[in-house]
């Protein structure tokens, strides 16, 4: 089940793990990503804390934990190679994974319908 | 988008149809990037050449017996030595010596100035050359309907030749008035990017169609003003408002080859007080060139910091070099830290970061001089 949230990331949720990552949306918004900035394993966050940082030439964003929990594992392969956020912004440009705390948070992000409507209507 | 109170270019509907990205930039929506994206459209202008629109920059032309003087009283130039067909990098300056915008002036071959000014400084720039002329003969008047592109790059000359005929002979600072289509177009071999290349001030009319002439060459692409910013920055060229403003010298920000010589031996210059005492004594800063370790880049406004934490200076421009694939920037710094080489930090986000003092242009800047084209010529002469 993927889910996304109003601040462009997604959540993968296989059982009780939540894979997290920006969407392409927000990576084309971003432009050409040279650093990203990720949570250490082991780190509790809580929804809409700042969780990571994506930098692109131009400027410097913050990616919010859509859902709170513990993190488990963050993508290490964006650090030598952060325009994989480019490349794959929903596949293999994953941020981090996290233990979902509080599964019950994801009845209120958007499905991917929901998700496309959102982002039609910013670009009107 | 928001974007209907913005000025637009003549070039707007052309950037929208190539998938230009528009960005708000000194009140004009202008293409910050197209599809390809910054990094691809800064490495294809030091590759081959990119088209620039520049059309939000001021252009204007101060006629009169005393446009020199008028000019002169305004800025530290010598217009005594500016040629017919030669341009000039120069500073609008205040009183206090601080930098009111920095400007490109070419003498025109009436003896009449045309003047380059920053989109973001223009009015106010106009206000105060206007004010100088008032009880001397002499007008200023903004061009409003003439467009201003920018083709830089190694392949400029190249591209450029078979469409404004002689443009490929002239060298690094020349003007060289021409005709496109019909219509009277100001070539000028100059740039912000650190590479050769051309800006063409061009009817508005006639925007459009020189730069579908320019791309019909497949070696010309198009670059937004992301690409600029970085080209810039790569090559040591200032921005206004970020690397220079009212409150910084030409002696703190490095630029005092655009004071003129005679206006140095005169002290005739606004703020020529405090800058010939600053070129004399030193001044408390200086703006530096800094490598940072590390991918993450230095933005506007972070702490440049001494080896034992202390606060030195701070950042002014920063970003990710896509020549050297590593972040580069620039920034003032107290006088004692800033000799080359010297080991510094950034504060990144609350990170001390190393950052070593570097030598500007971090990339070379390859203008095609005038004494290395007749270097050139003789030696093939001689073979």
Known sequence: MRKFSKSHEWVEVAGDVATIGITDYAQKALGDVVFVELPAAGKSLSQGDEAAVVESVKAASEVYAPVSGSVTEANSALEDAPDTVNAGAESDGWFFKLTLSDPSQLDALMDGDAYAAYVAELDD | ?383
């Open chain 2, 1 to 383: 988008m928001g974007q209907t109170d913005l000025k637009r270019t003549p070039l707007y509907d052309q950037h929208v149809a190539n998938g230009a990205k528009m960005v708000d930039f000194a009140g004009y929506a202008m293409p910050v990037q197209y599809g390809d994206g910054i990094i691809a459209e800064h490495l294809h202008t030091r590759a081959s050449a990119s088209v620039f629109d520049v059309s939000h920059m001021g252009q204007a032309v101060l006629r009169g017996p005393d446009a020199d003087a008028v000019l002169e009283s305004v800025t530290c130039a010598d217009l005594s030595t500016l040629k017919p067909g030669r341009i000039r990098y120069s500073l609008l300056m205040n009183e206090n010596g601080g930098i009111i915008d920095d400007l490109m002036i070419t003498r025109l071959q009436d003896g009449s100035l045309s003047l380059v000014l920053n989109a973001s400084r223009k009015y106010i720039d106009m206000q105060m050359i206007a004010a100088a002329c008032v009880g001397k003969d002499a007008a200023i008047k903004l061009l409003e309907d003439a467009a201003l592109i920018a083709l830089q790059g190694p392949r400029a000359g190249a591209i450029l030749e078979p469409l404004l005929p002689h443009c490929a002979d002239m060298a690094f600072m020349d003007a060289l008035p021409t005709v496109f289509e019909g219509d009277a177009v100001l070539v000028s071999r100059c740039g912000y990017t650190g590479e050769d290349g051309f800006e063409v001030s061009v009817p508005a009319a006639k925007a459009a169609a020189l730069t579908k002439a320019i791309l019909a060459n497949e070696e010309a692409g198009l670059a937004g003003l992301g690409a600029r910013d970085s080209l810039r920055l790569e090559c040591g060229l200032c921005l206004y408002g970020h690397d220079i403003d009212e409150t910084t010298t030409p002696v703190e920000a490095g630029l005092t080859f655009a004071i003129g010589k005679r206006r140095k031996m005169a002290r005739d210059f606004p703020g020529a007080q405090r800058v010939m005492r600053q070129l004399e004594d030193g001044c408390d800063r200086m703006r530096v060139g800094l490598m940072i370790e590390g991918r993450r880049p230095a933005r506007e406004g972070a702490a440049i910091l001494s080896p034992d934490g202390t606060k030195v200076g701070a950042v002014t421009s920063g970003s990710y070099s896509p020549t050297l694939e590593r972040p580069i920037a620039m920034g003032y710094v107290a006088r004692e830290y800033s000799q080359d080489g010297l080991a510094l930090q950034v504060d990144l986000r609350g990170k001390a970061v190393p950052a070593q003092v570097a030598p500007m242009p971090v990339v070379p800047q390859r203008y095609r001089r005038r004494s290395a084209m007749i270097a050139e010529q003789q030696k093939a002469g001689g073979q």
